[in-house]
């Protein structure tokens, strides 16, 4: 009867030593999976300061065609103001013809 309970004693030790191990493999994908979830945790914040750059870069060039536009529309006027000239300088020629 000693014996036998000796034999079940060592296979309960070999039993919690087993326990011991997997819970050791169960800690050591616990400490990968914190490192991973580290990893993706700093790809986002990454990801957040990039999509905060393309912000930026966006409304500077929402600006740049702002003030592009902003030039068309002056050169518009100036060449509005140029065809002007030219219609009054057609009149005064027309004008200096006929006194001729």
Request: aromatic letters at 4%; charged letters at 10%; one cysteine or more.
């Amino acid at each position: 009867l000693l014996q036998q309970e000796i034999q079940c004693l060592s296979l309960v030790q070999q039993f919690l030593q087993q326990e011991i191990r997997c819970l050791s493999l169960v800690q050591q994908l616990l400490q990968q999976e914190i490192q991973c979830l580290s990893l993706v945790l700093q790809l986002l914040k990454q990801e957040i300061q990039c999509l905060s750059l393309v912000k930026q870069l966006l409304q500077q060039e929402f600006r740049c065609l702002s003030s592009v536009l902003q030039l068309l529309q002056q050169e518009i006027q100036c060449l509005s103001l140029v065809q002007q000239f030219l219609q009054q300088e057609i009149r005064c020629l027309s004008l200096v013809q006929q006194l001729l």
